[in-house]
């Protein structure tokens, strides 16, 4: 499927999500990325991370058919708070990854990751015809967990051991997913 990225702005009660752009490249995204209480579940802490990196992410994203990457945006204040990503999509089989994260700790706790992943999937559902969409999180991330079953994710799978923790301990990696009923 053909993407158009910046035609793309979907909404709910709370936020926007919105194609994110080069444009998007500010310092406070950089912070985001490098504050360990952010990134402890983000695999993006085990790379050194700059503006150019992060410009250099978002343009290949914007070339990649198979991702959708978005700047979730608060509609009071239109302030890019995190980002939510699907994909890879698997386009023969119609399943997708759904990734995310709230970089503005002022922003947690709110709700915004469970509207983000309720309007990004259902768009993934009627727009791009997905069957399924699943999400993988480190067992400790419990918020992670609770936006996902509040956005109507259940459980699949767990593999034991299987990732390493910020602080160095191995940590199970627990999946959820949604069918489009």
Not at 136 to 157: D, H, P, R, T, W
Request: some cysteine; hydrophobic content about 40%.
């Amino acid at each position: 499927m053909k993407k158009d990225i910046k035609s793309i702005k979907l909404e709910s009660s709370m936020l926007i999500l919105r194609s994110i752009t080069t444009d998007d490249c500010k310092q406070d995204y950089l912070n985001w990325l490098q504050d360990p209480k952010v990134n402890c579940f983000l695999e993006t802490r085990w790379q050194k991370q700059t503006i150019n990196s992060i410009y250099e992410f978002i343009v290949n994203i914007q070339k990649d058919e198979n991702n959708y990457l978005f700047a979730i945006v608060d509609k009071s204040t239109n302030k890019h708070i995190g980002n939510i990503k699907l994909g890879p999509i698997n386009w023969r089989h119609g399943i997708a990854e759904i990734s995310y994260f709230i970089g503005d700790v002022d922003f947690w706790g709110k709700g915004y990751a469970t509207q983000a992943i309720s309007t990004l999937t259902e768009w993934g559902f009627k727009k791009l015809k997905l069957h399924f969409v699943k999400a993988g999180f480190y067992q400790s991330n419990i918020a992670s967990q609770k936006a996902l079953v509040k956005s109507g994710y259940e459980f699949q799978a767990i593999f034991k051991n299987e990732l390493i923790a910020a602080n160095g301990v191995r940590e199970d990696h627990v999946w959820y997913g949604k069918f489009n009923q």
